[in-house]
């Protein structure tokens, strides 16, 4: 998150509410993959719903894990482990800041490391947020999160990316400038 600046209350209010956005299709008990985790906050919210979390994400300082908790300092998927298949995969406000051969390369990870019957759910805003997000920036009212690297993504181009999973839902969420989406591995 920003690069090792201080995250300021509206960047976490507006993970928070991605996050919120994401609770109703993790199911109980899940063993969850969280790309782009930040600093962790999606399991340490909802920890009780999580039997296994893994966290990755390339702004971590350092690796850390406990018994059913584990952040990793790097990309996915170069820098995951082996292991079995997550039941779900989070990528809350992720793909926006891929390149189209990243993106690409992370939806075949994601097909192999995801469940039968296993749910992708990716948040992504719509790029008529970027000025505003810009305009919030300048006058520090955010951090930004990484802002720079939006790219002006679409979110249309979600299913296309994923196009090996079934899509079952798209939702609109934040005054319609953020997009929820929730596959499916068949």
């Not at 702004?59 to 998927?77: C, D, F, V």
């Not at 809350?92 to 019957?117: C, G």
């Not at 790219?151 to 196009?163: D, G, K, L, Q, S």
Request: charged share 25%; aromatic share 8%.
């Amino acid at each position: 998150m920003g690069k090792g600046k201080c995250v300021k209350p509206l960047d976490r209010f507006l993970q928070r509410w991605r996050i919120l956005k994401a609770k109703p299709f993790i199911p109980v008990g899940s063993r969850l993959l969280d790309v782009g985790c930040a600093d962790g906050f999606l399991y340490k919210k909802y920890s009780s719903r999580i039997a296994d979390y893994v966290g990755i994400d390339p702004i971590l300082k350092s690796s850390t894990r406990h018994e059913n908790y584990q952040l990793i300092a790097g990309r996915y998927p170069n820098d995951l482990p082996k292991g079995p298949p997550f039941d779900v995969i989070t990528m809350l406000a992720v793909v926006e800041h891929l390149s189209e051969a990243l993106q690409e390369q992370l939806a075949a990870a994601i097909f192999h490391d995801l469940a039968p019957k296993g749910r992708l759910i990716v948040t992504t805003p719509s790029p008529r947020v970027d000025p505003m997000l810009h305009v919030m920036k300048r006058i520090k009212i955010i951090d930004g999160m990484a802002l720079e690297e939006h790219n002006a993504f679409e979110p249309i181009h979600v299913p296309r990316i994923f196009a090996e999973l079934e899509l079952i839902l798209h939702r609109r969420s934040q005054l319609g400038l953020n997009h929820l989406f929730v596959f499916q591995r068949n």
